[in-house]
């Protein structure tokens, strides 16, 4: 390695230490050990454009191992990134800044996937190389190459433990995604403890068992030329993701701490930092030293990402010349925009269809929406015939047909929604995942980072609660509906009906900014008349007024959502006979209900009236809210039971004469 390469990756290293000394926290392990395979990847390999972060058709590099933050930040601000200042690095972790903990996405220029939580990167690049991989076969024609990037991500061992890294490395080696390559830091160090105590396997073969090609690099601390030839092997498309296990030393040239779990997630302190110095031949001072050679070096990145995207940009003009209605439909899907018109695609119920199950409609809904809209794309994970989430007609995604938009994530929840997340990150679809709600469980860890890096994903859950019978509590949600609640900027809909479904539908394809849920039925729910009661499109409210007395003064409010709400018309019909007025109100979501004024708010559910009953089969928690001090909650709080649901709606409860005794009891308590 030249004298010029070993400062280059040294000051990589030296700008993560001082970082993360001056927070007096972080991970200074990482970005030492991973300095050298980063600086090759970064200097030789990566196509990117550090003056446009957003440009389309660059490579995607994901720090799974997000712990390591300082060695993506370092590698920001060398290559030129505008946002990424010496000042961010040197605000390293404090209130405001754009270099936190665990890199955000949706906060900072040039990272591309929210990451910390072990696993999760190196699964959402699998998405990210799926998107990559249908984009590329939905746009490229002829020789216009106007998708053609590889998706990088650097995983560590912990990311390797976590198995939504199997399930998703289990999937990409199915699919055959030939432009995935990840970086495996194998430095045998976790958080606690050498891996001897804890991961021991045969980790290559699993990859390779999976259908990856396998390489490695001995020596990853000073062995740049073999990192160089094994990614230039890797970039040569051979049909199979590619798993690069370079072995590293953790902290390396920390004469003390390098190669213990000691520099994994401490700061140096003050004399290990000197020693560092010392022996990495580094000034002493100042902090933060970036030599001009060093920074002119790494700022190379400017010019070629200047005339990469420079060449693109030409080619696209040219493709748009000889391709006007393609060229149409990516500027449609980039610009996050639908087709005209194309809401008129979707179905309308009446009330004589028939009762339906939401999932179906949903169904119906996807199937009318994939004919206008390119870019929807998505499955579930094996459970297409009971989610309805198969497209009919379309292609599957598979490595035979990449076009595909039907995508089968198999048994594998969590890397479902990694992968999904990943496809979002990407951009130029518009990705969905679908399977139980009770399953939601299993791929949360991905829901959650989906809402806090504000994606535009939609998850399909459905068999809802405890209605759908005989699966049994195994199966039955309880407590599911409460639990996405809680997750911030989740947007959950539980529509009441199939027209409320397809509402729901219309939040979903158009809520850009975040994700939203689909809570939807197994069991069939009528379908209430429009013509009668207040119309669907109030769903996108979050809740209305489905119906009122005449004189618009009701003794009692009845609140539900999703199929509580013909449980709730039931017992309207018992209220009138006994000569009490009730108000329906429809409460598909929470959280769009939260956004309308006070002034709406008020109007739907007025502070005065207290008399209220609040329905959903689920847990209560929460609906205290809207019930009130006064008001009842009918909600069922304990694991259910395998039986027909019929059965068990007498059982639990759910049934009209409850609904109208404990509106009769809200009307008493609050009077
Ligand atoms: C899902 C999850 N569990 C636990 C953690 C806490 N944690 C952060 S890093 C780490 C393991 C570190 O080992 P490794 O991945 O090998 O990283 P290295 O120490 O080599 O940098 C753990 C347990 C986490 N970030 N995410
Ligand atoms: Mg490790």
Do not use: C
Not at 124 to 146: K, P, Q, W, Y
Not at 394 to 400: K, L, N, R, T
Not at 441 to 449: E, L
Request: hydrophobic share 40%; aromatic share 8%.
């Amino acid at each position: 390695m030249t004298d010029l390469e070993q400062r280059a990756i040294n000051t990589i290293r030296f700008l993560s230490i001082d970082a993360i000394q001056k927070a007096n926290s972080g991970h200074p392990g990482l970005p030492m050990g991973a300095a050298p395979m980063a600086y090759v990847l970064w200097k030789e390999f990566l196509k990117h454009n550090p003056k446009n972060p957003v440009w389309p058709d660059r490579d995607r590099f994901v720090l799974s191992g997000g712990h390591g933050s300082m060695l993506l930040y370092s590698l920001l601000h060398l290559t030129g990134y505008d946002d990424m200042t010496l000042e961010q690095i040197k605000s390293f972790r404090q209130y405001g800044s754009i270099t936190p903990g665990h890199p955000e996405s949706h906060m900072t220029p040039g990272v591309e996937a929210t990451t910390g939580p072990l696993g999760q990167g190196i699964s959402n690049s699998v998405g990210m190389a799926i998107a990559e991989r249908f984009l590329a076969h939905t746009f490229n024609r002829d020789n216009f190459r106007i998708v053609d990037h590889y998706t990088y991500a650097l995983v560590s061992d912990g990311d390797l433990m976590e198995g939504v890294a199997s399930e998703a490395a289990s999937l990409a080696g199915h699919l055959k995604l030939g432009k995935l390559i990840v970086l495996y830091d194998d430095n045998k160090i976790s958080l606690a403890a050498p891996t001897s105590v804890t991961f021991t396997e045969d980790v290559k073969g699993r990859f390779r068992s999976y259908g990856w090609q396998v390489l490695s690099v001995e020596d990853g601390n000073t062995d740049l030329e073999a990192i160089r030839k094994v990614l230039k092997e890797a970039t040569t498309d051979t049909g199979h993701p590619t798993l690069i296990a370079v072995r590293t030393t953790i902290g390396y040239g920390s004469p003390n701490k390098a190669n213990t779990s000691g520099v994994h997630g401490s700061p140096l302190g003050p004399d290990e930092v000197k020693a560092t110095r010392e022996n990495l031949r580094w000034p002493l001072e100042p902090e933060f030293y970036i030599s001009d050679d060093v920074l002119e070096h790494y700022r190379s990145a400017v010019e070629a990402g200047k005339e990469w995207e420079e060449d693109w940009n030409h080619q696209f003009g040219e493709y748009k010349k000889k391709y006007p209605d393609l060229a149409k439909i990516w500027d449609m899907v980039w610009a996050k925009q639908l087709p005209e018109e194309w809401v008129k695609t979707l179905p309308v119920y009446a009330e004589s269809d028939g009762a339906q199950p939401t999932r179906k409609v949903s169904g119906a809904v996807i199937n009318a929406a994939v004919k206008v809209i390119p870019n929807l794309i998505g499955g579930s994970a094996d459970l297409a015939p009971s989610t309805n989430t198969y497209m009919k007609d379309i292609d599957e995604q598979q490595s035979a047909t990449p076009g595909g938009r039907n995508i089968r994530f198999g048994v594998r929840e969590h890397a479902m929604g990694a992968a999904v997340n990943g496809m979002a990150y990407h951009g130029g679809v518009i990705p969905f995942g679908g399977t139980f709600l009770t399953f939601s469980d299993y791929m949360r860890g991905s829901v959650r980072i989906s809402a806090l890096a504000s994606l535009h994903t939609i998850w399909v859950y459905t068999h809802d609660s405890v209605w759908l019978g005989e699966d049994g509590p195994t199966h039955q949600s309880v407590e599911h509906i409460a639990a996405l609640r809680a997750i911030p900027n989740l947007v959950v809909i539980r529509p009441a009906d199939a027209n409320e479904t397809v509402e729901a539908w219309k939040i979903a394809l158009t809520h850009t900014d975040g994700p939203v849920a689909l809570i939807l039925s197994r069991q069939s729910l009528p379908i209430i008349d429009r013509n009668r009661y207040a119309k669907a499109e109030n769903l996108a409210k979050g809740a209305y007024v489905l119906s009122d007395p005449d004189d618009g003064k009701p003794d009692v409010i009845l609140i539900a959502s999703g199929s509580e709400v013909s449980l709730a018309m039931e017992g309207k019909k018992l209220l009138d006979q006994r000569r009490i007025k009730a108000r329906i109100v429809s409460m598909p979501s929470w959280e769009l209900f939260e956004l309308q004024p006070q002034k709406y708010r008020d109007e739907v559910l007025p502070p005065l009236i207290k008399a209220r009953v609040a329905i959903e089969a689920g847990v209560g928690m929460g609906w205290h809210k809207y019930a009130g001090d006064k008001g009842r909650i009918i909600s069922h709080e304990r694991f259910g039971v395998s039986a027909p649901y019929k059965v068990l709606l007498e059982k639990f409860g759910f049934t009209a004469q409850r609904v109208a005794d404990e509106a009769e009891k809200a009307i008493e308590d609050s009077s």
